[in-house]
């Protein structure tokens, strides 16, 4: 399951002319369900929406408060071209992307276990299946795209970027380990540490 989320000062759905949803400040939210997507991965998703800390606090420092934290609005929408896959050719391929139907039953648990972790009155919708115009301010701009099984979808045969220098660094504590004398050097010699939030 994957998810861009915006913050934003305002943000609408129009439908035929209609406005269906509005909200103020909060967070927008594209919402992608994939093929085998779950229970588990909604859990993983919604959590982590409602979580981040993507807001500054009353004295200006950011990242510091979450949509919970300044009791903000969530809009969500659902969209299902961010399983596109477009690796071959120039035709978007949305095979990836889970059936109409099937989607619509686990995007309103979605939407129900948003509202059950936070407030149901705070969690808006667009229009499930519908032709939307969606239209928001994006306040930074500040934007987040999250993925409930990020790294199930990189290659373990290609090292990612770093890990090279980290499977180095790691093999420099072990030799250290058993040469005391060369702790100090080896712990100042590795250098920063990389991080990296999974959700």
């Known amino acids: 399951m994957r998810a861009v989320l915006q913050r934003v000062s305002s943000a609408s759905v129009v439908v035929d002319s209609e406005v269906v949803s509005s909200i103020g400040r909060g967070l927008m939210v594209l919402v992608g369900i994939g093929t085998d997507d779950n229970a588990t991965d909604l859990e993983t998703l919604t959590n982590k929406i409602l979580s981040l ?3 500054s606090d009353d004295s200006g420092a950011m990242w510091k408060r979450s949509v919970k934290d300044i009791d903000g ?3 969500c929408v659902s969209q299902f071209t961010l399983f596109a896959n ?3 050719g120039n035709k978007p391929d949305f095979h990836r992307a889970m059936g109409s139907e099937s989607s619509r039953h686990l ?14 009155e705070k969690i808006k919708d667009g229009k499930f299946g519908a032709m939307m115009s969606v239209s928001l301010t994006n306040e930074g701009p500040v934007t987040f795209t999250l993925d409930s099984r990020k790294f199930e979808y990189i290659n373990q045969s290609t090292p990612a970027v770093g890990s090279t ?3 180095e660094r790691a093999n420099k504590w072990k030799k250290a380990s058993s040469s005391p004398d060369k702790i100090s050097e080896n712990t100042t010699a590795s250098g920063e540490s ?3 939030i999974v959700i």
């Open 73 to 75: 609005e969530v809009l």
């Open 53 to 55: 800390k993507v807001f």
């Open 86 to 88: 477009t690796s071959k």
């Open 107 to 120: 995007y309103a648990s979605f939407l129900e276990r948003m509202g059950t972790l936070y407030k149901p």
């Open 165 to 167: 220098a980290k499977s």
């Open 194 to 196: 990389t991080s990296q």
